[in-house]
DNA sequence: GTTGAAGTTAAAGTGAACTTGAGCGCAAGG
DNA sequence: CCTTGCGCTCAAGTTCACTTTAACTTCAAC
């Protein structure tokens, strides 16, 4: 590898659009790779600006770091990654926005048949119903799925109220 | 109002579904209002299990806290909120929806053209392009709404680079 | 009267995904 | 040579929507 060819910090945050503290961050993640100059500097590969856009967008699908990384592990690291390996790996975000997509829709069915109504009630209404303190646990589809969840970071489970 | 249709913290969060802290803390953010009795504990009218409805449902259609202070703020304070005002305030949902659902419709798009074809360029890949780094700033529809990005909390706007 | 459950406060903690700041070294250009 | 700016590390800060903890007080039942 030609060091011609490696790109220094500047560089890659420019034709990214990520700022030097979140490309850090990722390799520290270890996300993304980096060599060093003889003076400590960042050289990255051409290929990170692939992995980088990659990144962007799986964390628009809403993926979290964690499964960007279990992700980026299934690309072969003994040869350059191709479009069909690219492909691969994405291909199930399809899926996933599906579902996101359903269950708003499942949402809005909820919104227009219940708040249309003026209701609200805590007792009957499954739009605001907690779902595991008044209804059965965990029966029925829930409303919202947790990627689509504004997400709660000390929530994780449902809140199960006072003991 | 007589005491004894006021209701106790106990009963509150049984009927919510919700934690006492997280009672606590929305009547700290102005959600809802709280009497105190003679030795200080909180007493809550019957009104506030359908203001925490409310809340619940709004925080699943994913308003934050401030908004949803701010469309609490629209009831009526001199009377008793009615269906018609319940509904008023949560009218505009079904669209925030609609513009939910049309974002990752858009999204799901740009995976078929975009993934599909193997490329995640950063140049040409409006899927995974920046948005503001490459392509004209704020020119176009986003890929997704910031509802529905995962919110970074320190990202506020999008990246700006490197000076 | 004693005990245990339920209530109170204020302050600190949580987690993700980064950013910011302090205090450095190094590089390039005039 | 000197400045300007990019780069480095490590620690701490940020946001949100709460929860947890510590240290009490009060209520209800026995």
Redesign the pocket.
Known sequence: MDPRDLM????V?SRSG?????I???ESEGLIE?HR??????RFERNVLRRLGFIRAA?NVGL???EIRSELGRLPDNRTPNKADWHRISKHWARRLDEQIAALERLKQGLDSCIGCGCLSLRSCAFSNPGDVVGARGQGAQLLPDTLR??????RAA?TG??
């Open positions: 220094s910090m500047g560089e945050t990520f700022a030097a503290s979140a850090r961050y990722y980096a100059s003889s003076t400590g500097q960042r964390s979290s770091i964690e504004r997400p709660h970071p000390t929530r809140p006072p003991a």
